[in-house]
């Protein structure tokens, strides 16, 4: 009896071990798009800056 509830808390462990590599490479692989998006994000909001200002000085 002992010795099975040792072996299921065992398997329980492991398979909380694998969910939490899987949800950190999950984090990882969003946090890397989170940094992508972000640069994309400033790239065209000085893009759209510049634009205006030339808009402006046209004008």
Known sequence: ????????LRDEIRAKETQ???????LQK????YEKLSG??????????DKSSRLQEMT
Request: glycine residues 0%; hydrophobic residues 25%; proline residues 0%.
């Open 1 to 8: 009896q002992h010795q099975k509830q040792l072996t299921t």
């Open 20 to 26: 939490m590599e899987t949800l950190k490479d999950s």
């Open 30 to 33: 969003l946090q890397l798009s």
């Open 40 to 49: 994309d994000f400033e790239k065209l909001k000085k893009e759209e800056t």
